[in-house]
């Protein structure tokens, strides 16, 4: 099948054959009809497979054949990142090229009056976080009343970033008769609960296993004690000659830190996280894709909507607190069918995370050791402190944003953190 059989207009093929896009991937082959279908759909795809196409292609084809010339917004794109925004909308400008139809991006982060401006001129698709959107909203610069399509890029992780406050303000106020389209990379119980509230007799499409990682990645397990984490970061990226690599943490202090010491170690690295400036994200995203730096330690939210084709080394410095997360982390690397390699460095204490890591992917992990890395075995873990119990508690704090001595006090640091997406 090649996208021609698919019903897209001369446009739209015109666009996708100038990208180089011969056949369509599985999750585009099978959502792009139900979509044009005007089917509400839940759609299961792994990161890197070609899922926004497989919205923005017949939500495009849709509003070209509309009838309303009116320049007003017809389709809603909720991403749940500034830099998975800014992907998608930059996909959607290059499908659109050989159309009139216009589209307006809206996160935080950065001043909304250019926003307003934009919008205010008329467009027919709006790409947004939740945050801004709802600031929108409540200032009246966005109308969402003639809205027919809405779409959930990365569902999941918007309910795993606590955006569903701000879900249910949204949906308060766009008309309950339309089609909407839920994407995720993972699916479990808190997915299907939303599912029931947002759409109505969906098409359920998966076109993997569901939960599971790129089938090009190869993934390793190195067994290492926490102190030596840095040195042997640093170490297979220099002795490999390791050019572009993608290293998760669970902090932002942690990001800034380790980047830091490996500049010392003589790897060009760089951070990214919620706490810099849009414009020191895109600059040091800027950088990473063009090659001056060798190395970028992202967190998980800083990294969503990081794309970059030949990418083929991921760390997992360290593993996510949110099994899911894993998932998305290595999925940055084997896109687009290419191979890539997703390496987890896993201290004594973390073994916890690994279980629950391997229940999501349904598969045990073989842990290794490198030589001359190989951890302490007298090196014992103090029992309180390490309780599994205890550590699940502290975690789910930390990634929530929350203070173990002041869980009011955390909540709303974690509210404005999110208003800023």
């Given at each position: 099948?090649?996208?021609?059989?698919?019903?897209?207009?001369?446009?739209?093929?015109?666009?996708?054959?100038?990208?180089?896009?011969?056949?369509?991937?599985?999750?585009?082959?099978?959502?792009?009809?139900?979509?044009?279908?005007?089917?509400?759909?839940?759609?299961?795809?792994?990161?890197?497979?070609?899922?926004?196409?497989?919205?923005?292609?017949?939500?495009?084809?849709?509003?070209?054949?509309?009838?309303?010339?009116?320049?007003?917004?017809?389709?809603?794109?909720?991403?749940?990142?500034?830099?998975?925004?800014?992907?998608?909308?930059?996909?959607?400008?290059?499908?659109?090229?050989?159309?009139?139809?216009?589209?307006?991006?809206?996160?935080?982060?950065?001043?909304?009056?250019?926003?307003?401006?934009?919008?205010?001129?008329?467009?027919?698709?709006?790409?947004?976080?939740?945050?801004?959107?709802?600031?929108?909203?409540?200032?009246?610069?966005?109308?969402?009343?003639?809205?027919?399509?809405?779409?959930?890029?990365?569902?999941?992780?918007?309910?795993?970033?606590?955006?569903?406050?701000?879900?249910?303000?949204?949906?308060?106020?766009?008309?309950?008769?339309?089609?909407t389209l839920l994407f995720s990379a993972t699916?479990?119980?808190?997915?299907?609960?939303?599912?029931k509230t947002l759409l109505n007799e969906p098409?359920?499409?998966?076109?993997?296993?569901?939960?599971?990682?790129?089938?090009?990645?190869?993934?390793?397990?190195?067994?290492?004690?926490?102190?030596?984490?840095?040195?042997?970061?640093?170490?297979?990226?220099?002795?490999?000659?390791?050019?572009?690599?993608?290293?998760?943490?669970?902090?932002?202090?942690?990001?800034?830190?380790?980047?830091?010491?490996?500049?010392?170690?003589?790897?060009?690295?760089?951070?990214?996280?919620?706490?810099?400036?849009?414009?020191?994200?895109?600059?040091?995203?800027?950088?990473?894709?063009?090659?001056?730096?060798?190395?970028?330690?992202?967190?998980?939210?800083?990294?969503?909507?990081?794309?970059?084709?030949?990418?083929?080394?991921?760390?997992?410095?360290?593993?996510?607190?949110?099994?899911?997360?894993?998932?998305?982390?290595?999925?940055?690397?084997?896109?687009?069918?290419?191979?890539?390699?997703?390496?987890?460095?896993?201290?004594?204490?973390?073994?916890?995370?690994?279980?629950?890591?391997?229940?999501?992917?349904?598969?045990?992990?073989?842990?290794?050791?490198?030589?001359?890395?190989?951890?302490?075995?007298?090196?014992?873990?103090?029992?309180?402190?390490?309780?599994?119990?205890?550590?699940?508690?502290?975690?789910?704090?930390?990634?929530?944003?929350?203070?173990?001595?002041?869980?009011?006090?955390?909540?709303?640091?974690?509210?404005?953190?999110?208003?800023?997406?």
């Amino acid at each position: 099948m090649d996208f021609s059989s698919l019903a897209l207009n001369k446009n739209l093929l015109k666009s996708i054959a100038e990208q180089g896009y011969q056949q369509p991937t599985p999750i585009q082959e099978q959502a792009i009809p139900v979509i044009l279908a005007r089917k509400d759909i839940m759609a299961g795809a792994q990161t890197g497979t070609g899922k926004t196409a497989a919205f923005a292609l017949p939500i495009l084809q849709l509003i070209n054949d509309s009838s309303c010339e009116k320049k007003v917004i017809k389709a809603l794109i909720l991403t749940p990142t500034r830099e998975l925004a800014q992907q998608v909308h930059k996909s959607i400008e290059t499908y659109a090229k050989f159309t009139e139809i216009r589209s307006a991006l809206a996160y935080g982060g950065v001043s909304i009056k250019p926003q307003i401006a934009q919008i205010s001129a008329g467009v027919d698709i709006l790409v947004a976080t939740p945050g801004r959107l709802l600031d929108h909203l409540i200032n009246g610069s966005v109308s969402l009343s003639e809205l027919e399509i809405l779409v959930f890029d990365e569902a999941d992780r918007m309910l795993d970033m606590g955006f569903k406050d701000e879900i249910d303000n949204i949906l308060k106020r766009i008309p309950v008769s339309r089609q909407t389209l839920l994407f995720s990379a993972t699916f479990d119980e808190a997915i299907f609960k939303l599912s029931k509230t947002l759409l109505n007799e969906p098409q359920l499409i998966e076109v993997n296993q569901r939960n599971t990682a790129a089938a090009e990645v190869e993934q390793i397990v190195y067994n290492v004690d926490e102190d030596r984490k840095r040195e042997l970061t640093s170490h297979l990226i220099g002795a490999r000659n390791w050019r572009q690599v993608l290293i998760f943490t669970r902090t932002k202090q942690g990001a800034d830190a380790l980047a830091k010491e490996m500049c010392k170690d003589g790897i060009k690295t760089q951070s990214i996280h919620g706490d810099k400036s849009q414009g020191a994200r895109d600059k040091a995203l800027a950088d990473f894709k063009e090659g001056k730096t060798r190395a970028l330690v992202a967190t998980d939210v800083a990294a969503r909507g990081i794309d970059i084709l030949n990418l083929q080394y991921v760390i997992n410095y360290e593993l996510p607190y949110i099994a899911e997360d894993y998932i998305h982390r290595i999925g940055r690397t084997g896109r687009a069918g290419n191979k890539g390699l997703a390496i987890s460095l896993l201290s004594p204490s973390e073994e916890w995370l690994l279980e629950a890591v391997e229940k999501v992917v349904d598969s045990r992990l073989l842990q290794q050791w490198l030589p001359g890395y190989e951890p302490d075995l007298t090196k014992q873990p103090k029992s309180d402190r390490n309780s599994r119990g205890g550590q699940k508690k502290r975690a789910r704090k930390h990634a929530l944003g929350e203070k173990t001595t002041s869980k009011n006090k955390g909540k709303s640091t974690n509210k404005h953190e999110r208003r800023n997406r």
